[in-house]
């Protein structure tokens, strides 16, 4: 029998069923191979105690015949899911001990479900970054290394800790926030898959907000049809939200498979950037190929206001953040760090609770907001942002998905690309201007660099059409056929 | 009415005056929570995470508060505006958990409109609404608690709130006064908001510049939270003269936020312009642009109560005088007092007996209209039996008194009394001439010209009835006896 931490999610749920094991054997597995891997740092906080109640109780309904969706998967939670009862850190020392009394929707909907929760998972600062190093609870180590070089290298961000754990195998699949590319990015960066659904697909209610208008949910998995099965779940109209949109969610998993003859497939030109690495250039190239001999056509289609994403993302999500934080203050939840007076108290406890990249961006965002600058840079970037959304639109005209590179570089190493923030904020060029139309998009291996790192393309579809997106994914997911594992795997199989 | 001027050392002054009242929408729970919005109940007993600002909480809009304010606006006659916005106001205070008040501010729910005011000398005028928006209320802060600790009750945070913006059209003190008296009657009159000031369900921010006449306008200094009518004429009164005083000193007046100090009706400066918030307004992602139907709007229309100013109209027109009408819509309650008394009886009597035999044994004993025991059908039974002439207007004064002290309806006493006004012209005859035969002298004076002494010949009938005799009865029978 296979390693049961090698299985997808799929196959688990087949050998549960055919009761070949039991969640509780699965679950055990998953935190025995989480205690080996404890040098990636996953996990802010493990809940394995709490994973095994919960494996048991999936036993039981596996034993009466009743089990759910996802009964006995065990995967990993962002730490910016509330869990009621269970600290919540969103990855910063100001909620460092901050248990919720309720249940963010999404992971509720899972549990629901009968997935098993393992940790709460890793993460970049309120979600603030692309490489997972602003977390205040250390780097996570991406499991992939570079040929001969045993320098350790970053997941990506934000969902660093998500990602990696599904990639060192001690989750099945995981949770991920997606504001500007933090799921599609450390997805690419750790080899494995991960979709950021439509805008309004997912409840936000109970994940801690970054930038309301952008963050959403979505999951990370092995395969095309684990995320499948994984967002199934997780998707929803929810009355708590009113960003949520009330309509069915789809039987996902049946679009894993299809053919994607006569699929247009859009090839959006401003997405050739001068100095692109030659090898994102050219597994980009080998996709375009791959749809096609899948019967794909391919069609040119252009974009015309990309280059303005990043710029007006970095805009619109500061603004928004600089509100959405200031709720932390110290007076009701949280780290408060005591000061002489009311204005001492905030500043001493936001001064000590917040890291440096936090800080930077509730700067940013106060500032786009001022009186005088507002019309300048907010106004603007909101009105920027909607040519970026018909762009799509009019793109969509012609065909029925992109495909696009992830990210314009494989995973770097933890302390490069610190020298200057714009130089990390560019990791996202490619994941920004979906994510600022609220498109939905996947980010599937599809090769390896050089020097032996995995590297993702991703695929964006039309509002709430995450089917075609999974049809073109899992078309390509076939052809590519990526079943490279990380080096500490492969030493450890050996 | 004329313009209120002010007297200074330099000449005549007028007042420029607005205000902003802010009306708690009248529903059972918080504009994007579903905690109670009760007043009076223990501190942090009614806060939901949601209005805690506890991380990953959204707002979720309450439908009610929106066809209130809907209905509000239409109340004022105003344009209500299909698409609105709501938006974060942004600044630090412990009672405001989220960090940010959510308002609207570009797009408010309602835009102009227009009410009229009665004013102390019978007259009316036309103030003009400059919007309506909804917002969050914040939590309270308590500084008196503890010696050098503040508390937080946060059972305020998340109230629905209106902010009703008037447009500058007051120039006295009375006015701002009748402003604030209408703009509560009509509110309670569409059940938005119970327009109770003490409880803080209505609180008033007062704008205030003066001017020579004709000038252009002075620059305003605003009292924030102003909880009486009583206040607000003091508060206006007080920072009037004060700016007059500044201006004609030499000085200039800055524009600031200020207290009102209820203990001493003064004024005092709180902070300047210069110190004011950077609010950074933008749309609140969390909410949708609000977008109304049209139909949802004509629905609420359909169903709007008669308003005061239409209420006294049709009084008029009953015949009641401007002054006893305007007296019985003030109140909606007292309004539907009177509709009650004068079904099938006199509306002229009925507007009397309401407001002076009720409304002062009210007075006098304390008690409001609600806690009257008397109700609005014993009343109109009392007024019937007058009409029927069962009983005279003097017993009824009596029967009524007899009813405000036990509660029970006039014919039971009236009854059980025996005041039952004789209608009987044999029996009332065989009293008169009773009397006539008592006084001879009396008779002989009269014939000779004292037409005075009819008088006493009727009290002396009604007295030797009882009380009883009808007096309309008596006069027939006496003018016949003696005029033969």
């Known amino acids: 029998m296979t390693k049961l931490t090698s299985l997808t999610i799929k196959e688990a749920l087949d050998g549960l069923k055919k009761k070949e094991f039991t969640a509780t054997e699965l679950t055990e597995a998953h935190i025995k191979a989480s205690e080996a891997a404890q040098h990636l740092n996953c996990y802010i906080t493990e809940t394995y105690d709490h994973a095994r109640a919960q494996a048991k109780e999936s036993d039981a309904r596996y034993a009466k015949g009743e089990a759910k969706l996802l009964d006995g998967v065990p995967i990993a939670m962002k730490d910016l899911y509330c869990t009621e009862g269970i600290r919540t850190t969103a990855g910063s020392k100001i909620l460092e001990n901050f248990k919720p009394p309720y249940e963010s929707t999404v992971s509720g909907n899972m549990f629901r479900d009968g997935a098993i929760m393992l940790g709460k998972a890793n993460l970049d600062e ?94 990370f998995a092995r395969t095309v049809e684990d995320c499948a099965l994984l967002l199934q779940s997780m998707a929803g109209y929810d009355p708590k939200d009113s960003t949520s949109v009330n309509r069915p969610v789809p039987e996902y998993f049946k679009s894993v498979g299809q053919s994607v003859k006569g699929l247009k497939v859009g090839v959006p030109k401003e997405y050739r950037v001068d100095g692109a690495n030659p090898e994102i250039t050219a597994l980009w190239d080998k996709g375009v190929e791959m749809m096609k001999a899948a019967g794909a056509e391919i069609v040119d289609v252009s974009l015309p206001h990309t280059k303005y994403a990043l710029q007006t993302y970095y805009v619109i999500a500061p603004a928004e953040c600089s509100s959405n934080l200031a709720r932390y203050d110290g007076v009701r939840f949280g780290l408060r760090v005591e000061g002489g007076n009311l204005n001492d108290t905030y500043e001493a406890t936001r001064a000590a609770g917040f890291g440096k990249e936090v800080k930077r961006r509730i700067l940013i965002g106060t500032y786009v907001l001022s009186a005088g600058y507002y019309d300048a840079y907010y106004n603007k970037a909101r009105r920027v942002r909607k040519l970026i959304w018909q762009d799509f639109i009019n793109a969509y005209e012609k065909c029925d998905v992109l495909l696009t590179p992830t990210a314009p570089t494989p995973a770097f190493a933890i302390g490069e690309n610190e020298q200057d923030p714009v130089t990390m904020y560019l990791n996202d060029i490619f994941t920004v201007p979906a994510s600022m139309a609220g498109m ?55 | 009415m004329a313009h209120a001027l002010l007297k200074g050392e330099t000449g005549d002054w007028e007042m420029v005056i607005g205000l902003e009242v802010h009306a708690q929408i009248l529903t059972k729970s918080k504009l994007f929570s579903g905690a109670s919005a009760a007043f009076g109940a223990a501190p942090n007993t009614q806060v939901s995470p949601i209005d805690a600002g506890f991380p990953g909480m959204l707002p979720v809009i309450n439908t009610l508060c929106i066809e209130k304010a809907v209905r509000t606006g239409l109340g004022l006659n105003a344009k209500i505006n299909l698409y609105s916005v709501f938006e974060r106001k942004n600044y630090f205070y412990p009672d405001l958990p989220q960090g940010y008040q959510i308002s609207q501010y570009q797009h408010p729910i309602v835009g102009e409109g227009e009410i009229e005011i009665d004013l102390p000398d019978g007259s009316t005028k036309a103030i003009g609404i400059e919007r309506l928006h909804v917002e969050q209320d914040a939590g309270k802060s308590l500084h008196d608690q503890h010696p050098a600790k503040s508390y937080v009750d946060l059972n305020r945070s998340g109230n629905p709130l209106m902010e009703i913006v008037s447009k500058p059209h007051m120039n006295s003190a009375e006015e701002a006064a009748a402003y604030v008296t209408k703009l509560r009657a009509i509110v309670r009159y569409l059940d938005t908001c119970d327009g109770n000031m003490d409880e803080g369900s209505m609180r008033c921010d007062v704008n205030v510049s003066v001017r020579k006449p004709g000038d252009a306008l002075g620059t305003r200094c605003e009292i924030k939270n102003v909880n009486s009518v009583r206040f607000v004429q003091q508060a206006i009164e007080y920072e009037a003269r004060r700016q007059i005083e500044v201006i ?105 007996w309401v407001t002076t035999e009720l409304a002062g044994a009210l007075n006098k004993t304390g008690k409001s209209l609600d806690e009257s025991p008397v109700s609005a059908e014993q009343l109109g039974g009392l007024l019937k039996l007058i009409a029927d002439n069962t009983i005279s207007g003097k017993i009824a004064k009596d029967v009524f008194a007899e009813m405000f002290a036990s509660g029970k309806d006039a014919a039971t006493i009236v009854e059980g009394k025996g005041l039952k006004q004789v209608t009987d012209t044999g029996a009332i005859e065989k009293i008169v001439d009773e009397v006539l035969a008592e006084n001879p002298d009396k008779i002989a004076e009269y014939k000779s010209g004292k037409d005075k002494l009819f008088g006493f010949f009727v009290g002396q009938t009604l007295k030797k009835s009882g009380g009883k005799a009808n007096p309309a009865i008596v006069n027939d029978l006496l003018k016949k006896k003696l005029s033969s």
């Open chain 1, 126 to 219: 309120f979600a603030m970054g692309s490489s997972n190093t602003t977390s205040a609870y250390g780097n996570v180590i991406n499991p992939w290394q570079r040929k001969g070089d045993n320098k350790p290298l970053v997941p990506g961000g934000s969902s660093g800790g998500s990602a990696a754990a599904v990639a060192a195998r001690i989750a099945m699949g995981a949770t991920g926030t997606d504001t500007g590319g933090s799921i599609r990015q450390p997805a690419a960066f750790c080899g494995i898959t991960g979709i950021k659904p439509t805008y309004g697909r997912c409840s936000r209610f109970g994940i801690i907000a970054f930038a309301s208008s952008l963050d959403q949910a979505g999951p």
């Open chain 1, 440 to 494: 939905p998009g996947i980010s599937l291996p599809v090769g390896l660099s050089g020097d032996g790192l995995p590297l993702g393309l991703q695929l964006l579809g039309r509002p709430f059409d995450e089917e075609t997106v999974f049809k073109a994914a899992s078309a390509l997911e076939k052809a590519a056929s990526f079943t490279h594992l990380p080096q500490s795997l492969m030493n450890k199989a050996a």
């Open chain 2, 248 to 352: 004609e000193g030499g000085g200039t007046i800055k524009q600031e936020t200020r207290l009102f100090d209820t203990k001493n009706g003064t004024t005092r400066a709180m902070r300047s312009k210069e110190d004011a918030h950077d609010y950074r307004y933008f749309p609140d992602p969390d909410l949708l642009p609000l977008k109304l139907e049209q139909g949802f709007v004509d629905n609420i229309k359909s169903t709007l109560p008669e308003l005061p100013d239409a209420k006294k109209k049709r009084f008029i027109a009953l015949g009641l005088s401007s002054y006893d009408a305007g007296v019985l819509v003030a109140e909606k309650e007292r309004a539907a007092f009177f509709e009650k008394v004068s079904n099938n009886n006199d509306p002229k009597m009925a507007a009397n």
